[in-house]
């Protein structure tokens, strides 16, 4: 049903509603976090729509496929769906895709070109690498993956890196063979009819750039751009704003320079602090309500970010209540920070069997992930970690894909590779180095060559040169049907024509893992084919689908997947975007809170501080911060302090547990019956006793030792006075100690 323009603008706020009707000219909208900024972009271009802006002369630019697809939900529920459908709503990858497919003539490539994934572009410069036989220990595939990656988001193509700080630098650090490597990678790419990530940024900045008539094409269609999230944009996608509008066009950006948090993917802050700089007629609206946090979080937000220079003021407020203290809590070791962390989600949530599906624990690196898991596994917390590893990065799906992307563009080399063995046909690694070497001697793709016996037969057996036809007569088979059948129907046939779920029909847990993945990954096909068709009335193709999941983010995969009844686990970084009741920052000490990085002299204090309010602003309700002050690292302990952000919190709206009180108040395990302080038990002689000759313990038996409190026994191995027990101490986490020298005290309850 369309709305009336009053009935969009209804329930903003004043600076909601002044962000919304105020269209024209360059608009920089500064957004605090939780203050609807979302809702806002939405309803402005619902207004748009409504006052008669044509929906194909609307472009919005996200950094999610999830905040995309959210945006056409809602514009299609206030207007239509049809004008909802012709927006171009869709991140800076996917849309510049979009315009590379229908430009592909004035840029050297085929359209059915695919998309290589960070995995990909390491194995191919890995093979490249082989190739120059360089010492893979110096040169090292994911950092030459990461060094390229940079250069093109800094537009630096092979030629131009040659004479800039960045040869210069390989050449001090002895990896001038890196332009070599690059310019090969480039090359091969385009053999292969391929595209990495940076290559649709890249490839559309220099087509608009070096082509008058294509930019004029986009800019005079494109009359009306927007832009969230603008902070997180990197320079290369800043110029090709600036390439596709001039200092009086309809632009429009959105976002927070609080939360500019991702300089080592290439994101510049410059971007949103100078907008006002680039466009000097902007319009500045600051939506500076915060609905999501309570008064006490949002007041101790403030007071941190404030503590920043490189900023743009301004002052966030809520209208929700004052709330609960932030806990501020020290702990000795980062076992014990685990520890109390179980123990605070086990009595406060289920043991009063309430959800635990709002809860998240934020830490600053993935390796801090490991005692926060041990933890809950001890206490039988259900979590899960995110971003650790990708869905569509397993190798049961990548092998499902390679196949489509076969049918797609069958000169992509990685996805030859992948499954030329797969299900097994005995085609092995010595078969599969011949046919690099005649693919690589005579600049064709494998397919190339396997398309064409005549290439091989002089090298490979005949027996091999059989299995090779079986292989290429399947693909054809497939390629066949690529265009015909629907996107349901296409993987259909591919599992009827190669057994591939056969191949975990197994006992082995981890193949019924596999195959449950890859039912999910079928079903996901069938919804994608169903929705669709709902929604534009177009009967897609596997192509379609393909394009679909080719330029998700990590992102996307987490905010799919957070409702379900489990502790969340995941860095800051992959938290951003998202929102929880109750949220623990752990590992707030100085060794992680700032990170500082030894290659790099800049500062980045301010970075690290806007990290942390990241952090601090997810929480709706209850925020926990801990730290540990003593961190083993290999064969030695070091003593931190708390971070230094946290004292920039305030006192008022804070709760510091420091670590003496924490002995004496918080000191506390969980056995089967009631809840156990050390001071209860200690020299209390009618229930506790030294142990002696060990029979006077068990498992399950409660212990105190000396250094490491209150325990229970896992289990005892061996014998005599080689008696070991393990035990699970509750703020120092599991011990195996040999009992004759452990001077334990048994508990007699």
Known sequence: MRQ?????????????????????????ILAGAGAGKTRVITHRIAYMLLKGIKPYNIMALTFTNKAANEMKTRIAQMINERDAQQLWIGTFHSIFNKILKNEYKHIDYLPNYTIYDTEDSKNLIKKIINELQLDTNNYKPDKIQSRISKAKNDILTPTGYYSSSYYEEDCKHNLKKIIDIYSIYQSRLKLLNV???????????????????????????????????????????????????????????????????????????????????????????????????????????NLLI???????????????????????????????????????????????????????ILYRTNAQSRVLEEAMLSHNIPYKVYGAFSFYQRKEIKDIIAYIRICINPDDNEAIERIINFPPRGIGEATLEKLRHIAYTNEKSLWQVINDPVSFENVISKITQNKLLVFRNTIKQLQAKVSVLNATEFIQFLLNLVPILQEYNTNNPDDLSRKENLEEFITSIYEFTQKTIEHTNIIPTIIDFYESISLLTQVDEIKDDTDNEKVKLMTVHCAKGLEFDTVFIAGASSKYFPLTNKFVMEDNTEEERRLFYVALTRA?????????????????????????FISELGKEGVDFITHNTKKTEMDIFYNDKNLLTLQKFQGNSDIVSEVSEYGNIKIGSNVIHQKFGIGKIISIQGHGDDTKAIIDFSLNGRKTLLLKYAKLKVIYE
């Open 195 to 301: 595209m990495d990530f940076d290559d649709l940024l890249l490839n559309t900045y220099l087509l608009l750039k070096n082509n008058n008539q294509i930019r004029e094409k986009y800019k005079t269609r494109f009359k009306y751009i927007m832009v969230d999230e603008y902070q997180d944009t990197n320079l290369l996608q800043y110029k090709i704003l600036r390439l596709l509008t001039d200092d009086n066009s309809n632009i429009c950006v959105v976002g927070d320079d609080s939360q500019s948090i991702y300089s080592f993917r290439g994101a510049r802050i410059e971007n949103i602090l100078n907008f006002k700089n680039d466009y000097n007629k902007c319009k500045i609206y600051t939506l500076n309500i915060n609905y999501r946090s309570t008064k006490i979080i949002v007041d101790a937000s």
């Open 306 to 360: 404030s503590k920043n220079v490189n900023r743009l003021e301004k002052e966030i407020t809520t209208i929700n209540d004052y709330g609960e203290k932030i806990t501020v809590l020290e702990a000795d070791t980062p076992n014990e920070e685990a520890e109390s962390i179980a123990n605070i989600i086990k009595n406060n949530y289920l043991k009063k069997n309430k959800s635990v599906k709002e809860i998240a």
């Open 620 to 644: 709706r309700k209850k925020v926990y911060i801990t730290y540990a002050k003593n961190i083993s690292s290999y064969n030695y302990t070091e003593e931190y302090k708390p971070s230094f």
């Open 4 to 28: 009336s323009e009053s009935k969009i603008i209804e329930d903003l706020n004043d600076s909601q509603k002044e962000a919304v009707i105020n269209y024209n000219g360059p608009v920089l």
